[in-house]
């Protein structure tokens, strides 16, 4: 971990984030650690929300820490269906993938994840491309013959990821993978965030979407759940509809091995830097 100076510290943090002496307190704690962030919802598609999450993220590098991004893209490749006439249909929130929507899928995803390594090279923040066309880590199986090109990771290629952070570079991964014969699949973005994190026993898994966390019966956030508070909540129809798979792939990435999930909210200012480095955190914390 860089031995960072109190001065260093003002110069790398933004004003209206974390305070120099909240931050000092949890430098420690993220030491060397990895910090799996999956990004999704306005933060890609609002150009302001993009500034500031691709800035929090050259924080976290300047930092020391080893932050690796997620990122989805479900408004985009929506937008790019509907202009070629093709009709998106979901299964239990999974896109249903023919093969001309998986060419269609995999063109946008790529074209994106360009974007995000060039934002923070623009920044002097090195990244590294990972797609199925470049540097592919993830090996999946198709999930079902229903969803078509949907797959299931089976495989991550962790080592790749190692030598990406031990250079300094912020690895960016598409959510796609390649079966045995090299076939493209789509891949729930939650879910390859979540298996990225698993194999890496990182520190944090941190899903960045358009909600402010999980919300209680009075639509206050909760800042904190653990396996039996989230069935008691399924259970009382508190958490519901598209929340419950996000929650219960939260769970179950919390019982392998990664020490917290958490799902804040995009639409707020640094959200990622108030979540790890302040005192009152940014969204829900998820625990075994």
Do not use: W
Request: hydrophobic share 40%; proline share 3%.
């Amino acid at each position: 971990m860089l031995s960072l100076k109190e001065t260093e510290l003002i110069n790398i943090l933004p004003k209206d984030g974390p305070t120099v002496e909240e931050v000092k307190k949890y430098l420690e704690k993220y030491n060397d650690e990895f910090i799996v962030i999956k990004c999704g919802g306005s933060v890609l598609v609002d150009p302001k929300l993009f500034e500031i999450f691709i800035k929090d993220v050259v924080v976290l590098n300047k930092l020391g820490f080893n932050p690796i991004i997620v990122h989805g893209g479900g408004k985009r490749i929506n937008s790019k269906l509907a202009a070629v006439s093709i009709k998106s249909n979901f299964i239990n929130g999974l896109r249903v993938t023919d093969k001309d929507t998986i060419n269609i899928v995999e063109d946008v995803l790529i074209e994106f994840n360009k974007e995000i390594v060039e934002a923070l090279s623009d920044l002097s923040c090195k990244a590294k491309r990972i797609t199925t066309k470049e540097n592919n880590i993830i090996t999946v199986t198709q999930e079902n013959k229903d969803l078509g090109f949907v797959g299931t990771p089976t495989k991550i290629n962790k080592d790749f990821l190692n030598e990406t952070v031990k250079l300094n570079e912020v690895p960016v991964v598409a959510p796609l993978g390649l079966d045995k014969d090299n076939q493209t699949f789509n891949i729930n973005a939650d879910t390859a965030a979540g298996s990225i994190a698993i194999e890496l026993k990182a520190r944090r898994l941190m899903i960045i979407s358009d909600v402010q966390g999980v919300l209680d019966n009075e639509k206050k956030l909760i800042p904190e759940i653990n396996s039996q508070k989230a069935k008691e909540l399924i259970d009382q129809k508190v958490i519901s509809g598209g929340m419950i798979p996000k929650i219960n792939n939260c769970l179950n990435v919390a019982s392998n091995g990664v020490k917290g999930v958490v799902i804040i909210d995009g639409r707020k200012n640094h959200s990622i830097l108030f979540e790890l480095l302040s005192d009152k955190g940014s969204g829900t914390l998820i625990r075994e």
